[in-house]
């Protein structure tokens, strides 16, 4: 790891901005994303986002499980809500009290799980 940027914004407040300035810092080729499960709204804008540095700067992304950064703990999925993994198998379970969000990149990348392709995971079915 050769930095560490933390945030609580919104995805659509900081995420741009925070590419944009590693990229004058960094010559960065791959941007590896949480692809899911957790908020719709904020997965999706990641992907277009780096579908869009893709397209226009040749900067490669992968996805991820978000379960590899956050200790395989509970994500927020809606309402009372939360996705988990049991059994290598993704699940809703309704938890009563709310449960921390915090995700974090591990300090060597071999010790996550790239995906087979960059696409969203969309686990909940349309509303």
């Known amino acids: 790891m050769i930095e560490k940027i933390e945030s609580n914004q919104k995805t659509s407040d900081i995420l741009l901005k925070i590419l944009?300035?590693?990229s004058h810092k960094y010559?960065?080729?791959e941007v590896i994303y949480t692809s899911g499960p957790g908020s719709y709204m904020a997965?999706?804008?990641t992907y277009?986002?780096?579908r869009s540095l893709e397209?226009?700067?040749g900067i490669r992304f992968k996805g991820c499980n978000a379960f590899d950064l956050n200790a395989n703990?509970?994500?927020k999925a809606m309402g009372k809500?939360?996705?988990i993994k049991e059994n290598n198998t993704i699940i809703t379970e309704k938890f009563d009290e709310a449960v921390?969000?915090?995700f974090e990149l591990p300090s060597m990348l071999s010790e996550v799980t790239l995906l087979n392709n960059n696409k969203p995971m969309y686990i909940l079915p349309a509303v």
Do not use: A, V
């Open 48 to 50: 277009i986002t780096l």
């Open 55 to 57: 397209i226009l700067k």
């Open 81 to 83: 809500l939360y996705f």
């Open 43 to 45: 997965i999706k804008l």
């Open 20 to 22: 944009m300035e590693l």
């Open 73 to 75: 703990k509970p994500i």
């Open 100 to 102: 921390e969000q915090r």
């Open 27 to 29: 010559n960065y080729k």
